[in-house]
């Protein structure tokens, strides 16, 4: 392809790993028609917003980005040139046809379950079958993946993977199950496969995908289901493949082979185990369908296999009728699980979500009180998790280099560290000797062990 059918891509993301990831992929699938990923919108042939519908202002701030991209696409008309705008995600699905109406000028409008399909939408966004405008929200019968192409272009020594998408859980918050759609599996196989392609280019750490991704349920080749577990432990099996990690999990879909999968070594000690509340009446108007027990249980399960594993977890503050007892459950069971790290937001209410309709709104002072309350005991507890590992060597994988000279990575419990030292150890995994931390990151040196002589 000659450097003149070069067009511009750029794509903004918000939102989760999922996000991110369908990025990339929209991206793998638009490559082959001449789009190349740009940094800004600055001169594009197209822009790709992919948004969050999670909590409030989603579409607001999707219409504001609008308005601020719009001068973008109104200087390429200028100059002769069409700009696609296009909307995807999970605010596109959620909310498309309001997008179309009152954003004439976006070309494109595309929910989650499309991205197969993106060569057509663009082939006629721009004209091929005499209209050109794109709304599709559908939710596919036939695999989303199927039509995504495997390889994706590793662009360091981590990748995520997603196996499986979309959540039957209905906690009653919750958007997902509407625009993600119902729980599927990817087949085994085909995971595998595009674990060796990425570890043939170079990545040593594998983070498997999903929404709910502990109900994983994949088919292998004999036509078996296989777990989460099963698929880790094979892919623990492939060569130059260090370290795996899974996220997001739910309680109500652990299973003890996950857990005991924590025993081997390559996967790696850390649990992202969102629990939302500590209060069972809040826990049952969520509809979580778990107690404040059963989470302890879990939490209590993973320690006796791996003692030092670190625990991560979501929480919401303000669910409709959360009293400051409910609250205080909540500080609780936080206080009793012990976080390496942890994401708490103020509950808000989301159109078409059960809990919209639900009495004994709380307060926004009362939320925000909360909300302070509950991440100054987390920060303290990722301060003490932090600074319980200065003095350790732990096994460093490099990701990044900030400057030259300079190196990010992560440890096995997923510290963000930094370390001086050449940049040609990126991609590596070293041992450090962790030295300090500011709360949040780690500080330490590079311990690097001398050939014997
Ligand atoms: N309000 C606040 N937080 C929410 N989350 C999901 N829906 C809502 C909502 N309506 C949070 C949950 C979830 C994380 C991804 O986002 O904690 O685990
Ligand atoms: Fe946002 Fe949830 Fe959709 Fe991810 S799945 S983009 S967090 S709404």
Redesign the pocket.
Known sequence: MTMSNTKKLFIKTWG?QMNVYDSRKMADVLAPMGYKQVDGPEGADMIILNTCH??EKATDKVFSELGRLKKFKDEGQAEGRKTIMAVAGCVAQAEGDFIAERAPYVDMVFGPQTYGTLPEMVAQATGAYGKDRVINTEFDEEDKFDKLPEETLATGPTAFLAVQEGCDKF?T???VPYTRGAEYSRRVEAIIDEVKQLRDQGVREISFLGQNVNAFHGINAKGETQSLADLMLLAAEIDGIERIRYT?SHPRDMEQDLIDAHAHTKIMPYLHL?V?SGSNKILKAMNRKHERDMYFDIIERFRKVRPDIAISG???VGFPGETDQDFEDTMDLVRQVNYSSA?S??????PG?P?ATMGGLIREDIKDERLQRLQALLADQMRAFNEQTIGMDLSVLFDGTPREGQLHGRTPYNQAVHVTGNSRLNGQIETVRITGTNGKSLTGDLILYEAAA
């Open positions: 989760c999670i909590r906690c918050f919750c958007v997001t969102p939302q979501d929480f919401i994401y937001f103020k509950y808000s209410q989301r979500t809990a």
